[in-house]
C-alpha cells in the first residue's frame, strides 16, 4: 500500500524535522498528507491503521510490534536531561509514597517511564492518574504531576511555578542506567509497500541532516518564538538525541524489560 498519511506530534521537539520533512530545500513536500495530534492521539491512529506512519511513543511500538515495522535510524531520544519530561511536585520525590500522582493524558511513553522511575529506582508504592488538567488545577488536588512536551517546557519556564520541584525524567532515567531513553520512534504500518518506506527514511535521513545543521534559523522562524527565546528553543532542540543507534536500541530493550517486571508490557 501506499504510504500517504502521516501523523504530526505537534510539539516544539520534532518541529525542525517536520519543517525539512514539509518543505524540503525550501520546495512543498506534496508526498504526504500530515495530520496532528499529541502522541497519544498519534499513537491510537497508528493502531487504529487511520494514518500509515509517524513518530510514536516508543511504548506504543512495544506493546504492538506485530503492526509496525521500525523505520531505522530516527527517533526522540535523550543521554540525561531531556527538558520536556518533569514531573512537578509540591513534596520531595521521596514523599510522594502511598499518593496518587497525575500524568498527561498526552503522555504513553513518559507514564511507563514514571511508573519505573517510582517503583523500580525509588522504590515507592505510587498509584497514577492520567490528567487533562492544567498543572495549577492537577497539582492542587495531587502531590505531583507529570507533563510532557511544549506545556513541560512552557510550565518549567513559569515563574509561577517556582516552588514547586521539577524533577527530569531524562536525568534520573540516565543516571540510574547510563543509556539513553528513546521517547519516540517512526514506525510504519507493516502494510506499507517496502519501497515506500524506504522513501521515507530517506527523506527523513535528509530532512534531520538539514535540520541540525539549520536549528538557529528555523528556531527564528518558527511559532515557538512567541513562547521561548530562540537560544531557549535551539538549546532544546540540542539536547534532544534524534539518532536511532545500537547504544539506543540498548536504551530501548532495558526500557521494555523493566515494563515487563512492572507488567506493564
Ligand atoms: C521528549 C518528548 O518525548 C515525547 C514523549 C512521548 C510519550 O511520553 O509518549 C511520546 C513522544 C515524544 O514526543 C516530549 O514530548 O517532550
Request: hydrophobic share 40%.
Amino acid at each position: 500500500m501506499v504510504l500517504k498519511k502521516i501523523g504530526r506530534i505537534n510539539f516544539a521537539n520534532l518541529y525542525p524535522i517536520f519543517y525539512c520533512l514539509e518543505n524540503p530545500h525550501k520546495a512543498v513536500n506534496e508526498h504526504y498528507e500530515f495530520t496532528d495530534g499529541v502522541p497519544s492521539e498519534i499513537n491510537a491512529l497508528l493502531r487504529k491503521g487511520l494514518i500509515d506512519a509517524g513518530p510514536s511513543s516508543s511504548i506504543e511500538y512495544l506493546r504492538n510490534p506485530h503492526l509496525y515495522n521500525l523505520i531505522d535510524g530516527h527517533s526522540v531520544s535523550s543521554f540525561g536531561r531531556i527538558m520536556s519530561i518533569i514531573l512537578f511536585s509540591r513534596a520531595e520525590i521521596e514523599a510522594l509514597d502511598g499518593k496518587t500522582v497525575l500524568s498527561s493524558y498526552q503522555a504513553e511513553t513518559s507514564t511507563g517511564l514514571l511508573q519505573i522511575v517510582l517503583r523500580k529506582f525509588y522504590n515507592l508504592n505510587v498509584e497514577i492518574k492520567t490528567s487533562r488538567a492544567p498543572l495549577m488545577e492537577g497539582i492542587m488536588e495531587h502531590p505531583a504531576y507529570l507533563l510532557i512536551g511544549d506545556n513541560a517546557l512552557i510550565e518549567a519556564a513559569s515563574q509561577q511555578n517556582n516552588a514547586l520541584q521539577r524533577y527530569d525524567l531524562g536525568t534520573i532515567w540516565y543516571e540510574q542506567t547510563g543509556v539513553p531513553f528513546v521517547f519516540a520512534l517512526w514506525i510504519s504500518r507493516k502494510r506499507c509497500e517496502g519501497s515506500e518506506v524506504a522513501e521515507l527514511q530517506t527523506k527523513l535521513d535528509a530532512a534531520k541532516a538539514q535540520a541540525v545543521e539549520s536549528f538557529d534559523s528555523i528556531a527564528v522562524k518558527s511559532p515557538y518564538t512567541r513562547q521561548f527565546s530562540t537560544e531557549t528553543l535551539v538549546s532544546y532542540w540540542r539536547t534532544i538525541s534524534y539518532d536511532l543507534t545500537g547504544k539506543h536500541m540498548t536504551g530501548l530493550e532495558l526500557f521494555g524489560k523493566y515494563l515487563r517486571e512492572l507488567g506493564l508490557l
